[in-house]
RNA sequence: GCUGGAGUCGUCUAGUGGCAAUGACAAGAGACUGUAAAUCUCUCGCGCUUCGCGCUUCGUAGGUUCGAGUCCUACCUCCAGCA
Protein backbone atom coordinates (compact mmCIF):
# COMPACT_ATOMS: atom_id res chain seq x y z
CA UNK A 1 0.00 0.00 0.00
CA UNK A 2 0.95 3.21 -0.93
CA UNK A 3 1.83 5.11 1.94
CA UNK A 4 0.78 8.85 2.55
CA UNK A 5 1.05 11.06 5.71
CA UNK A 6 -0.96 13.35 6.24
CA UNK A 7 0.95 16.32 8.52
CA UNK A 8 -1.57 18.75 8.73
CA UNK A 9 -5.79 19.23 7.60
CA UNK A 10 -8.06 21.53 8.09
CA UNK A 11 -11.55 20.72 6.45
CA UNK A 12 -10.97 19.39 3.32
CA UNK A 13 -7.67 20.67 2.88
CA UNK A 14 -4.55 18.89 4.24
CA UNK A 15 -0.70 18.82 4.24
CA UNK A 16 1.24 15.78 3.27
CA UNK A 17 3.84 13.45 1.95
CA UNK A 18 3.53 10.74 -0.56
CA UNK A 19 6.27 8.16 -0.27
CA UNK A 20 7.25 6.50 -3.79
CA UNK A 21 9.61 3.89 -4.58
CA UNK A 22 11.36 7.12 -6.35
CA UNK A 23 11.17 9.81 -3.17
CA UNK A 24 8.67 11.50 -1.66
CA UNK A 25 5.86 14.09 -2.76
CA UNK A 26 5.37 16.82 -0.19
CA UNK A 27 1.68 17.61 -1.08
CA UNK A 28 -0.02 19.60 -1.99
CA UNK A 29 2.34 19.13 -5.63
CA UNK A 30 2.02 20.08 -8.99
CA UNK A 31 3.27 17.07 -11.28
CA UNK A 32 5.06 18.55 -14.33
CA UNK A 33 2.82 17.09 -17.45
CA UNK A 34 5.95 14.55 -19.40
CA UNK A 35 3.49 13.59 -21.94
CA UNK A 36 6.15 11.64 -23.59
CA UNK A 37 8.44 10.99 -20.86
CA UNK A 38 9.84 14.96 -21.78
CA UNK A 39 8.08 18.25 -20.39
CA UNK A 40 8.66 19.73 -23.42
CA UNK A 41 11.17 22.13 -24.13
CA UNK A 42 12.96 21.28 -20.60
CA UNK A 43 15.14 19.02 -19.65
CA UNK A 44 15.00 17.41 -16.12
CA UNK A 45 17.42 18.70 -14.78
CA UNK A 46 15.67 22.14 -15.19
CA UNK A 47 13.15 20.28 -13.88
CA UNK A 48 14.68 19.54 -10.88
CA UNK A 49 15.62 23.70 -10.23
CA UNK A 50 12.83 24.95 -10.85
CA UNK A 51 11.60 22.86 -8.00
CA UNK A 52 9.38 20.05 -9.30
CA UNK A 53 9.04 16.97 -7.51
CA UNK A 54 7.02 14.50 -9.86
CA UNK A 55 6.37 13.71 -13.68
CA UNK A 56 3.67 12.21 -15.48
CA UNK A 57 3.76 10.43 -18.52
CA UNK A 58 1.04 9.41 -20.72
CA UNK A 59 0.43 5.74 -21.48
CA UNK A 60 -0.91 6.23 -25.11
CA UNK A 61 1.62 8.59 -26.07
CA UNK A 62 4.56 5.99 -24.89
CA UNK A 63 2.97 2.75 -26.44
CA UNK A 64 3.29 4.70 -29.93
CA UNK A 65 6.48 5.75 -29.27
CA UNK A 66 9.15 4.08 -28.37
CA UNK A 67 6.69 1.26 -27.16
CA UNK A 68 6.31 0.42 -22.96
CA UNK A 69 8.51 -2.27 -23.80
CA UNK A 70 11.70 -0.38 -24.63
CA UNK A 71 10.79 1.98 -21.40
CA UNK A 72 11.11 -1.13 -19.54
CA UNK A 73 14.35 -2.41 -21.00
CA UNK A 74 15.51 0.76 -19.96
CA UNK A 75 14.40 0.13 -16.36
CA UNK A 76 11.41 2.15 -16.50
CA UNK A 77 10.28 5.62 -16.99
CA UNK A 78 12.27 7.16 -14.38
CA UNK A 79 15.84 5.14 -15.52
CA UNK A 80 15.07 6.25 -19.04
CA UNK A 81 14.24 9.78 -18.66
CA UNK A 82 17.01 10.09 -16.10
CA UNK A 83 14.46 12.12 -13.93
CA UNK A 84 15.09 9.65 -11.35
CA UNK A 85 11.76 11.09 -8.76
CA UNK A 86 8.70 9.86 -8.47
CA UNK A 87 6.94 9.44 -11.56
CA UNK A 88 3.33 8.90 -12.91
CA UNK A 89 1.37 7.84 -15.64
CA UNK A 90 -2.66 8.52 -17.34
CA UNK A 91 -3.57 5.18 -18.67
CA UNK A 92 -4.48 6.37 -22.24
CA UNK A 93 -8.27 6.83 -21.63
CA UNK A 94 -7.97 10.76 -22.37
CA UNK A 95 -6.96 10.05 -25.50
CA UNK A 96 -9.63 7.98 -26.52
CA UNK A 97 -11.78 10.89 -25.31
CA UNK A 98 -9.67 13.28 -27.51
CA UNK A 99 -8.95 11.61 -30.79
CA UNK A 100 -10.16 11.09 -34.00
CA UNK A 101 -11.86 7.27 -35.49
CA UNK A 102 -11.96 6.04 -32.24
CA UNK A 103 -14.02 2.48 -31.64
CA UNK A 104 -15.30 2.27 -27.87
CA UNK A 105 -16.60 -1.32 -27.14
CA UNK A 106 -16.92 -3.02 -23.44
CA UNK A 107 -13.96 -4.64 -24.22
CA UNK A 108 -11.53 -1.46 -24.59
CA UNK A 109 -10.98 1.11 -27.32
CA UNK A 110 -9.87 0.36 -30.67
CA UNK A 111 -7.82 3.25 -32.14
CA UNK A 112 -4.98 3.72 -34.93
CA UNK A 113 -1.73 5.56 -34.31
CA UNK A 114 -1.61 9.27 -35.48
CA UNK A 115 2.21 8.60 -36.23
CA UNK A 116 1.52 5.86 -38.57
CA UNK A 117 -1.85 4.35 -39.14
CA UNK A 118 -0.92 1.44 -37.02
CA UNK A 119 -3.86 0.11 -35.45
CA UNK A 120 -3.86 -0.61 -31.52
CA UNK A 121 -6.61 -1.84 -28.74
CA UNK A 122 -6.05 -0.40 -25.77
CA UNK A 123 -8.11 -2.66 -22.78
CA UNK A 124 -8.12 -2.00 -19.16
CA UNK A 125 -5.42 -5.18 -19.15
CA UNK A 126 -3.24 -3.99 -21.30
CA UNK A 127 -2.86 -0.25 -20.27
CA UNK A 128 -1.96 -2.10 -16.95
CA UNK A 129 0.55 -3.57 -18.41
CA UNK A 130 2.07 -1.47 -20.30
CA UNK A 131 1.59 0.83 -17.42
CA UNK A 132 3.74 -1.75 -15.57
CA UNK A 133 6.34 -2.14 -18.11
CA UNK A 134 6.48 2.04 -18.21
CA UNK A 135 7.21 1.40 -14.56
CA UNK A 136 5.63 4.92 -13.03
CA UNK A 137 5.07 4.23 -9.45
CA UNK A 138 1.56 5.64 -9.77
CA UNK A 139 -0.87 4.39 -12.64
CA UNK A 140 -3.98 5.94 -13.18
CA UNK A 141 -6.76 3.47 -14.03
CA UNK A 142 -8.03 3.49 -17.64
CA UNK A 143 -11.19 5.44 -17.65
CA UNK A 144 -13.82 6.66 -20.60
CA UNK A 145 -14.55 10.04 -20.55
CA UNK A 146 -17.94 11.15 -21.52
CA UNK A 147 -18.79 11.83 -25.58
CA UNK A 148 -21.02 14.75 -24.45
CA UNK A 149 -22.11 16.69 -20.88
CA UNK A 150 -25.13 15.10 -21.51
CA UNK A 151 -26.59 13.60 -18.07
CA UNK A 152 -27.20 9.93 -19.77
CA UNK A 153 -23.73 10.31 -21.47
CA UNK A 154 -21.99 11.34 -18.26
CA UNK A 155 -23.85 8.49 -16.53
CA UNK A 156 -22.93 5.95 -19.34
CA UNK A 157 -19.07 7.09 -18.94
CA UNK A 158 -18.81 6.32 -15.37
CA UNK A 159 -20.84 3.42 -15.15
CA UNK A 160 -18.13 2.08 -18.19
CA UNK A 161 -15.30 3.52 -15.93
CA UNK A 162 -16.02 1.49 -13.01
CA UNK A 163 -16.66 -1.61 -15.03
CA UNK A 164 -13.10 -1.28 -16.43
CA UNK A 165 -11.59 0.11 -12.84
CA UNK A 166 -12.99 -3.66 -11.67
CA UNK A 167 -10.49 -4.99 -14.25
CA UNK A 168 -7.97 -2.42 -13.84
CA UNK A 169 -7.93 -3.84 -10.08
CA UNK A 170 -7.77 -7.01 -10.93
CA UNK A 171 -4.81 -6.89 -13.63
CA UNK A 172 -2.77 -4.73 -11.50
CA UNK A 173 -2.58 -6.92 -8.46
CA UNK A 174 -2.22 -9.73 -10.86
CA UNK A 175 1.06 -7.79 -12.14
CA UNK A 176 2.03 -6.82 -8.58
CA UNK A 177 2.26 -10.44 -7.42
CA UNK A 178 5.32 -10.92 -9.43
CA UNK A 179 6.33 -7.32 -9.35
CA UNK A 180 10.03 -7.06 -7.95
CA UNK A 181 9.21 -2.97 -6.99
CA UNK A 182 5.42 -2.17 -6.06
CA UNK A 183 4.18 0.52 -8.35
CA UNK A 184 0.59 2.08 -6.89
CA UNK A 185 -2.93 2.27 -9.25
CA UNK A 186 -5.71 5.37 -8.66
CA UNK A 187 -9.17 4.80 -9.37
CA UNK A 188 -10.26 7.61 -11.35
CA UNK A 189 -13.62 9.57 -10.35
CA UNK A 190 -16.04 10.60 -13.36
CA UNK A 191 -19.56 12.13 -13.20
CA UNK A 192 -18.83 15.63 -15.02
CA UNK A 193 -21.07 18.48 -13.29
CA UNK A 194 -23.58 16.21 -12.05
CA UNK A 195 -23.10 16.31 -8.12
CA UNK A 196 -24.91 12.62 -8.07
CA UNK A 197 -22.95 11.06 -10.64
CA UNK A 198 -19.97 12.41 -8.66
CA UNK A 199 -21.00 10.99 -5.27
CA UNK A 200 -22.19 7.23 -6.84
CA UNK A 201 -18.65 7.42 -8.36
CA UNK A 202 -16.43 8.51 -5.50
CA UNK A 203 -18.35 6.02 -3.52
CA UNK A 204 -17.37 2.94 -6.15
CA UNK A 205 -13.91 4.49 -6.36
CA UNK A 206 -13.54 4.50 -2.52
CA UNK A 207 -14.88 0.76 -2.15
CA UNK A 208 -12.08 -0.63 -4.23
CA UNK A 209 -8.26 -1.57 -3.60
CA UNK A 210 -6.44 1.21 -4.87
CA UNK A 211 -3.88 3.76 -3.61
CA UNK A 212 -5.43 6.59 -4.28
CA UNK A 213 -7.76 8.25 -6.86
CA UNK A 214 -7.44 10.42 -9.66
CA UNK A 215 -10.37 12.90 -10.03
CA UNK A 216 -11.31 13.48 -14.00
CA UNK A 217 -13.30 15.14 -16.53
CA UNK A 218 -12.47 18.51 -15.09
CA UNK A 219 -12.61 21.49 -17.27
CA UNK A 220 -13.05 24.70 -15.62
CA UNK A 221 -12.74 25.94 -11.80
CA UNK A 222 -16.44 26.74 -12.44
CA UNK A 223 -18.44 24.41 -10.01
CA UNK A 224 -15.31 22.53 -8.61
CA UNK A 225 -15.75 23.43 -4.68
CA UNK A 226 -19.30 21.95 -5.06
CA UNK A 227 -17.85 18.70 -7.18
CA UNK A 228 -14.63 18.70 -4.68
CA UNK A 229 -17.11 19.22 -1.42
CA UNK A 230 -19.43 16.13 -2.92
CA UNK A 231 -16.54 13.89 -3.79
CA UNK A 232 -13.64 14.59 -1.65
CA UNK A 233 -15.31 13.89 2.07
CA UNK A 234 -16.64 10.32 0.39
CA UNK A 235 -12.90 9.05 -0.60
CA UNK A 236 -11.10 7.85 2.17
CA UNK A 237 -8.88 10.52 4.00
CA UNK A 238 -5.74 8.34 4.17
CA UNK A 239 -5.09 8.10 0.47
CA UNK A 240 -3.87 10.70 -1.84
CA UNK A 241 -5.71 12.59 -4.99
CA UNK A 242 -5.09 13.81 -7.34
CA UNK A 243 -6.84 16.72 -9.96
CA UNK A 244 -6.31 15.66 -13.44
CA UNK A 245 -5.49 17.85 -16.00
CA UNK A 246 -6.20 21.07 -14.03
CA UNK A 247 -3.98 24.11 -13.01
CA UNK A 248 -3.61 26.08 -16.10
CA UNK A 249 -5.35 28.77 -14.49
CA UNK A 250 -4.02 29.94 -10.75
CA UNK A 251 -7.59 29.52 -8.92
CA UNK A 252 -7.62 25.67 -9.82
CA UNK A 253 -4.73 25.47 -7.39
CA UNK A 254 -6.19 27.32 -5.11
CA UNK A 255 -9.40 25.76 -4.91
CA UNK A 256 -8.20 22.15 -5.91
CA UNK A 257 -6.00 22.23 -2.18
CA UNK A 258 -8.33 24.16 -0.41
CA UNK A 259 -11.50 21.34 -1.53
CA UNK A 260 -9.06 18.27 -0.64
CA UNK A 261 -6.47 17.68 -3.60
CA UNK A 262 -3.22 16.73 -3.11
CA UNK A 263 -1.57 16.31 -6.77
CA UNK A 264 -2.21 18.50 -10.09
CA UNK A 265 -1.23 18.16 -13.59
CA UNK A 266 -1.39 20.29 -16.34
CA UNK A 267 -0.28 21.02 -19.83
CA UNK A 268 -1.13 24.73 -19.50
CA UNK A 269 1.69 26.12 -17.72
CA UNK A 270 3.97 24.70 -20.73
CA UNK A 271 2.01 24.73 -23.87
CA UNK A 272 1.05 28.58 -22.72
CA UNK A 273 4.80 28.79 -22.44
CA UNK A 274 5.50 27.84 -25.73
CA UNK A 275 2.69 30.09 -27.07
CA UNK A 276 4.56 33.20 -25.54
CA UNK A 277 1.19 33.49 -22.77
CA UNK A 278 3.34 34.12 -19.39
CA UNK A 279 2.43 33.91 -15.63
CA UNK A 280 2.87 36.75 -13.75
CA UNK A 281 1.33 38.10 -10.26
CA UNK A 282 -0.63 40.65 -12.10
CA UNK A 283 -1.80 37.93 -14.58
CA UNK A 284 -0.93 36.37 -17.65
CA UNK A 285 0.76 38.25 -20.12
CA UNK A 286 1.50 37.74 -24.11
CA UNK A 287 5.37 38.62 -24.19
CA UNK A 288 4.97 38.55 -28.00
CA UNK A 289 2.68 41.62 -27.45
CA UNK A 290 4.63 44.91 -29.17
CA UNK A 291 4.06 46.72 -26.07
CA UNK A 292 7.38 44.51 -24.29
CA UNK A 293 9.96 45.42 -27.36
CA UNK A 294 11.64 48.06 -24.87
CA UNK A 295 10.49 46.61 -21.41
CA UNK A 296 13.92 45.71 -19.93
CA UNK A 297 12.33 44.67 -16.44
CA UNK A 298 12.65 41.00 -15.59
CA UNK A 299 9.47 39.25 -16.35
CA UNK A 300 8.25 38.95 -13.21
CA UNK A 301 10.39 40.45 -10.34
CA UNK A 302 9.10 38.35 -7.75
CA UNK A 303 10.33 35.33 -9.08
CA UNK A 304 13.65 33.70 -8.34
CA UNK A 305 13.39 31.14 -11.86
CA UNK A 306 16.42 31.07 -13.87
CA UNK A 307 14.39 33.09 -16.61
CA UNK A 308 13.14 36.05 -14.12
CA UNK A 309 16.50 36.17 -12.90
CA UNK A 310 18.65 36.29 -15.30
CA UNK A 311 16.70 37.68 -18.52
CA UNK A 312 14.56 41.03 -19.40
CA UNK A 313 11.02 40.92 -21.11
CA UNK A 314 12.43 43.13 -24.20
CA UNK A 315 14.94 40.21 -24.55
CA UNK A 316 11.86 37.55 -24.26
CA UNK A 317 10.20 39.40 -26.28
CA UNK A 318 12.80 39.57 -28.99
CA UNK A 319 13.52 35.87 -28.29
CA UNK A 320 9.70 35.10 -29.30
CA UNK A 321 9.59 37.33 -31.80
CA UNK A 322 12.55 35.81 -33.50
CA UNK A 323 11.43 32.01 -32.94
CA UNK A 324 14.40 30.89 -30.65
CA UNK A 325 14.02 27.20 -29.41
CA UNK A 326 15.44 29.79 -25.95
CA UNK A 327 12.09 31.57 -26.23
CA UNK A 328 10.22 28.13 -25.05
CA UNK A 329 12.54 26.88 -23.37
CA UNK A 330 13.16 30.38 -20.88
CA UNK A 331 8.65 30.58 -21.08
CA UNK A 332 8.70 27.09 -19.83
CA UNK A 333 10.94 27.19 -16.85
CA UNK A 334 9.32 30.33 -15.74
CA UNK A 335 5.58 28.74 -16.37
CA UNK A 336 6.36 25.60 -14.98
CA UNK A 337 8.28 27.69 -12.10
CA UNK A 338 5.15 29.37 -11.79
CA UNK A 339 2.80 27.37 -10.97
CA UNK A 340 5.12 24.42 -8.84
CA UNK A 341 6.03 27.11 -6.54
CA UNK A 342 2.68 28.52 -5.77
CA UNK A 343 1.60 24.96 -5.27
CA UNK A 344 4.20 25.25 -2.58
CA UNK A 345 3.68 28.14 -1.48
CA UNK A 346 -0.30 26.53 -0.70
CA UNK A 347 1.28 23.80 1.50
CA UNK A 348 3.57 26.50 3.15
CA UNK A 349 0.71 28.68 4.09
CA UNK A 350 -1.93 25.49 4.95
CA UNK A 351 0.76 24.73 7.51
CA UNK A 352 1.09 28.09 8.74
CA UNK A 353 -2.51 28.09 8.56
CA UNK A 354 -2.09 31.32 6.19
CA UNK A 355 -4.04 29.62 3.45
CA UNK A 356 -7.04 31.86 3.16
CA UNK A 357 -5.48 35.02 3.47
CA UNK A 358 -3.02 33.89 0.84
CA UNK A 359 -5.73 32.96 -1.25
CA UNK A 360 -7.22 36.15 -1.07
CA UNK A 361 -4.40 37.86 -2.22
CA UNK A 362 -2.97 36.16 -4.79
CA UNK A 363 -6.11 36.01 -6.34
CA UNK A 364 -7.33 39.35 -5.67
CA UNK A 365 -3.98 40.84 -7.29
CA UNK A 366 -3.57 37.99 -9.85
CA UNK A 367 -7.73 38.49 -11.13
CA UNK A 368 -8.16 41.69 -10.51
CA UNK A 369 -11.21 42.61 -12.52
CA UNK A 370 -13.18 39.44 -11.04
C1' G B 1 23.32 53.62 -77.54
C1' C B 2 20.69 49.00 -79.39
C1' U B 3 17.77 44.53 -78.25
C1' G B 4 14.89 41.84 -74.79
C1' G B 5 12.52 41.52 -69.92
C1' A B 6 10.35 43.71 -65.56
C1' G B 7 7.82 47.54 -62.31
C1' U B 8 1.03 44.93 -57.92
C1' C B 9 -0.18 46.06 -49.76
C1' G B 10 6.36 46.67 -45.34
C1' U B 11 8.85 42.32 -48.42
C1' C B 12 8.42 38.44 -52.11
C1' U B 13 4.37 37.00 -55.15
C1' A B 14 -0.68 35.48 -58.11
C1' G B 15 -3.29 37.97 -61.57
C1' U B 16 -3.84 38.84 -69.84
C1' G B 17 -10.72 42.93 -70.30
C1' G B 18 -15.44 42.88 -64.97
C1' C B 19 -10.96 42.84 -58.34
C1' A B 20 -9.75 46.36 -53.24
C1' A B 21 -6.89 42.48 -56.36
C1' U B 22 -3.95 35.62 -54.87
C1' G B 23 -0.54 33.23 -51.69
C1' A B 24 3.60 33.42 -48.31
C1' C B 25 6.36 36.15 -44.89
C1' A B 26 6.45 40.33 -41.76
C1' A B 27 3.23 43.15 -38.52
C1' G B 28 -1.06 43.58 -34.87
C1' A B 29 -4.26 40.80 -31.57
C1' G B 30 -6.71 36.49 -29.45
C1' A B 31 -7.18 31.33 -27.88
C1' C B 32 -4.91 27.32 -25.24
C1' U B 33 -6.52 23.04 -18.54
C1' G B 34 -5.24 14.10 -17.62
C1' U B 35 -0.61 17.63 -25.04
C1' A B 36 -1.88 14.47 -32.74
C1' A B 37 -0.40 21.92 -29.92
C1' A B 38 7.21 24.78 -31.42
C1' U B 39 -0.29 24.69 -32.43
C1' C B 40 -4.74 27.17 -33.93
C1' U B 41 -7.91 31.61 -34.99
C1' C B 42 -8.78 36.66 -36.43
C1' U B 43 -7.11 41.55 -38.56
C1' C B 44 -3.91 43.44 -42.14
C1' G B 45 -5.30 50.26 -48.73
C1' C B 46 -8.24 54.46 -46.29
C1' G B 47 -12.89 56.00 -44.00
C1' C B 48 -17.74 54.95 -42.22
C1' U B 49 -23.93 54.20 -39.34
C1' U B 50 -18.93 47.60 -40.74
C1' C B 51 -23.49 40.38 -42.27
C1' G B 52 -23.19 46.54 -45.64
C1' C B 53 -21.50 51.36 -47.88
C1' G B 54 -18.19 55.12 -49.79
C1' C B 55 -13.38 56.60 -51.48
C1' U B 56 -8.45 55.80 -53.44
C1' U B 57 -5.15 51.98 -55.45
C1' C B 58 -1.29 47.77 -59.30
C1' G B 59 6.02 53.02 -61.77
C1' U B 60 4.19 58.17 -64.19
C1' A B 61 1.08 60.63 -67.84
C1' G B 62 -2.23 60.07 -71.65
C1' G B 63 -5.40 56.88 -74.82
C1' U B 64 -8.84 52.66 -76.48
C1' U B 65 -13.24 50.49 -74.00
C1' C B 66 -19.70 50.30 -70.98
C1' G B 67 -15.48 48.62 -68.05
C1' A B 68 -8.05 48.62 -67.77
C1' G B 69 -3.45 45.82 -62.88
C1' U B 70 -4.53 43.47 -67.56
C1' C B 71 -4.77 46.41 -74.51
C1' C B 72 -2.17 50.98 -77.04
C1' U B 73 1.41 55.42 -76.84
C1' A B 74 5.13 58.26 -74.43
C1' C B 75 8.15 58.84 -70.40
C1' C B 76 10.76 57.21 -65.73
C1' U B 77 13.33 53.31 -63.08
C1' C B 78 15.55 48.47 -62.68
C1' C B 79 17.61 43.78 -64.79
C1' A B 80 19.96 40.80 -68.74
C1' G B 81 22.54 40.50 -73.42
C1' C B 82 25.09 43.25 -77.27
C1' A B 83 28.01 47.52 -78.19
Not at 122 to 149: C, R
Request: glycine share 8%.
Amino acid sequence: MLIFDIIKSNNLARVGVIHTPHGDIETPAFVGAATRATVKALTMEQMRMLGSQAILANTYHLILAPGADLVQEAGGLAEFSSWHGPTFTDSGGFQIFSLPDVKISENGAKFKSHIDGRKFEMTPESSMQDQWKIGADIHMAFDQLAKSEKYGDMKEAMERTHRWLDRCVDEHHRLASSAERMQYLFAIVQGGDFLDLRAESAKYCAGKDVDGFGIGGVFTADGMDKMLQTVCPILPEDKPRHLLGMGQEPIDLFVGAENGCDTFDCVGPTRMARNGSLYTLDGRINIKNARFKHDFTPLMPECDCECCKNYNRAYLHHLFKTDEITAKVLASIHNEHFVTKTVANIREHLLAGTFQEYKKSFLGRYYPNS
